[in-house]
């Protein structure tokens, strides 16, 4: 069974730094490019970034560039999200997903599995 | 990168179809057939029910369909159940290798 499992959310106050985990299993780790995507209470989906199977291309939102870093360890079977200078618009809840991936590493940009997701607060 | 546009909400009957649609450019789905669309109930992770505009993943009713012409994708819910509303997502490769999702639209059945 594939199951994606996030945590590493909490609340952090302006500022603050937070490094999110996503845990894999039930699948070869090192063959899927992975993605974030957050979802800020009451809100839409809004995807953060994605990183390539072994970790060549990295992409981000544009919003996102600068604060957040994506990276994984393929031995470890985790996907990582580095997220400073956190602001209260940065609250979410964070989803980690995975992408289908060719055999050449092409995704191919959809998420068939998904994480439960980690809520990370931004508050004084 | 905007959003793309979709319709806040949409409602029907049960039996009945209802169709969301997903506006984009010529920088998303304008030139990209990786369109897919995912349905999230209240207070849980999203569910990938098309990808690849009109393909859908091995679980999905063939109640679900999905199309695409110029800029604009579509998703068409044909007679429409009680368990189908939620909130749904449409999102887009982008000419940039990012995606893109769409604002979101609440599908009442009534």
């Known amino acids: 069974e594939v199951l994606l499992v996030e945590s590493g959310g909490g609340l952090v106050q302006p500022g603050g730094s937070l490094r999110l985990s996503c845990a894999a299993s039930?699948?070869?780790?090192?063959?899927?490019?992975m993605n974030w995507v957050r979802q800020a209470p009451g809100k839409g989906l809004e995807w953060v970034s994605s990183?390539?199977?072994?970790?060549?291309?990295?992409y981000y939102a544009d919003s996102m560039k600068g604060r957040f870093t994506i990276s994984r360890d393929n031995a470890k079977k985790s996907l990582y999200l580095q997220v400073n200078s956190l602001r209260a618009e940065d609250t979410a809840v964070y989803y980690c997903?995975?992408?289908?991936?060719?055999?050449?590493?092409?995704?191919?940009?959809?998420?068939?599995?998904w994480g439960q997701g980690t809520l990370v607060t931004v508050s004084s | 990168q905007s959003a793309l546009t979709q319709p806040p909400s949409v409602s029907g009957s049960r039996g009945q179809s209802v169709t969301i649609s997903c506006t984009g450019t010529?920088?998303?789905?304008?030139?990209?057939?990786?369109v897919s669309w995912y349905l999230q109930p209240p207070g849980t992770a999203p569910k990938l029910i098309i990808y690849?505009?009109?393909n859908r993943p091995s679980g999905v009713p063939d109640r679900f369909s999905g199309s695409k012409s110029g800029n604009t994708a579509s998703l068409t819910i044909s007679g429409l159940q009680a368990e189908d509303e939620a909130d749904y997502y449409c999102?887009?490769?982008?000419?940039?290798?990012?995606?893109?999702f769409g604002g979101g639209t609440k599908v009442t059945v009534l």
């Open positions: 999102t887009s490769r982008t000419s940039s290798s990012t995606l893109v």
């Open positions: 010529t920088s998303d789905i304008g030139s990209s057939d990786r």
């Open positions: 997903a995975r992408e289908p991936t060719s055999y050449y590493g092409s995704g191919n940009y959809y998420f068939d599995y």
């Open positions: 690849d505009v009109s």
């Open positions: 990183i390539s199977t072994s970790s060549s291309f990295i």
């Open positions: 039930g699948f070869t780790f090192s063959n899927y490019k």
